[in-house]
């Protein structure tokens, strides 16, 4: 299985995908893609560090302040790291709340 397949199976399987998405978790659109996509933060299924990636083009940012100014983006090898959509408390703990859209 190549990286961006794993990584959409771990998307779908992520039992608060329906809650994050119902409850819009996103912190703005993606300036790589030029709003086709949107910015979530993520999580890295070994070292639980918080990230920023673009839903679409899965462009990546290590700090919500870096995506939004798109500086010192980078795409990861998935077939080495895993990650998975961050729960509200993950998000609360990295202390990014504040950058989450608002409904």
Known sequence: ????????KLWDADSHLGEIMSKNKYIGECPVCNGCGMLEVVIDVDSLDCSIMCDECLAEWKTP???L?????FRSDFTVKKVRIATIEEIRNAKWEKYIIKD
């Open 69 to 73: 100014k798109n500086i010192n983006g």
């Open 65 to 67: 302040d870096e995506a």
């Open 1 to 8: 299985m190549d990286g961006l397949s794993f990584i959409w």
